[in-house]
């Protein structure tokens, strides 16, 4: 049983992280407000929990990570998320990034390949889980049988743009996937037009750990 729990020490902090946030250009008040919703602390191992609320990546099992507050915040704004959007995860990892979509009002649909991240996202999102589908498998081959969705987000670096993905996006949709080397890669800002064009643009330089599977590394 899960007996930690969110406390005034931990909003108080959170506030502070926000604040930093929406000095770094972002700007979208449904991030901002998940953001200062959702206590990250949770997400994290008892040994992280006092860095929780620092703008850093942190460890959590199986050499993976939890991706920087900035990087989620980043992404989620991208999106330009609505209500009722149907989104995509690739790499659910702690689960964090998976409860900013849906404290911000999407219907997720998360992938992990690494079978005890995958359980423990699911005692993590508890509180989310009616918003929430997780699904243990490689996410590069996308979720036919739920597909298309309006957003999908990547949290994990891509070798190149995963066509698999593209195809399981709607007419209208936008994707947000980091793009690149093992090291470094840029973030690709992919959109898909009424009449199925794509369009791409690159958004800065990130680090993310490497998406692995049969259209990854
Ligand atoms: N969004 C996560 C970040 C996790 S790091 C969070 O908020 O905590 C990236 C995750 O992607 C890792 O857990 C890794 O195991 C996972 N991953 C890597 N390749 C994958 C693939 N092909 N399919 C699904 N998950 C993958």
Redesign the pocket.
């Known amino acids: 049983m899960n007996i930690r729990h969110d406390s005034y020490k931990h909003q108080g902090q959170r506030a502070q992280l926000i604040n930093l946030l929406a000095s770094n250009k972002i700007t979208d008040k449904n991030v901002l407000l998940a953001m200062a919703s959702v206590p990250r602390h949770l ?1 994290l191992s008892k040994d992280f929990e006092n860095r929780a609320y620092d703008d850093v990546a942190l460890p ?1 099992d ?1 050499e ?4 920087q507050p900035y990087t ?1 915040a980043f992404q989620s704004q991208a999106l330009e998320i609505k209500p009722g959007d149907k989104v995509l ?12 979509l849906a404290q911000m009002g999407a219907e997720v649909y ?5 079978e005890k ?1 995958y359980k423990m ?1 699911k005692i993590n999102l508890q509180p989310y889980l009616k918003n929430i589908n997780l699904f243990l ?5 996308g979720w036919p049988d739920n597909a298309p969705f309006d957003k999908i ?1 990547v ?2 670096a891509a070798p190149k743009l995963p066509e698999i993905l593209l195809e399981q996006l709607k007419p209208g949709g936008i994707a947000i996937i980091p793009i690149g080397s093992m090291k470094i890669q840029k973030m690709v800002l992919i959109k898909k037009s009424v009449d199925n064009k794509i369009s791409q643009k690159e958004l800065g330089d990130f680090r ?10």
């Open positions: 997400f959590i199986e993976q990570t939890i991706s989620v995860e690739i790499g659910t990892g702690s689960g964090y990034q998976a409860a900013i998360s992938i992990e390949r690494i991240l996202a498998s490689d996410g590069t081959m987000i949290t994990a993310f750990v490497p998406l692995i599977g049969k259209d990854g590394w």
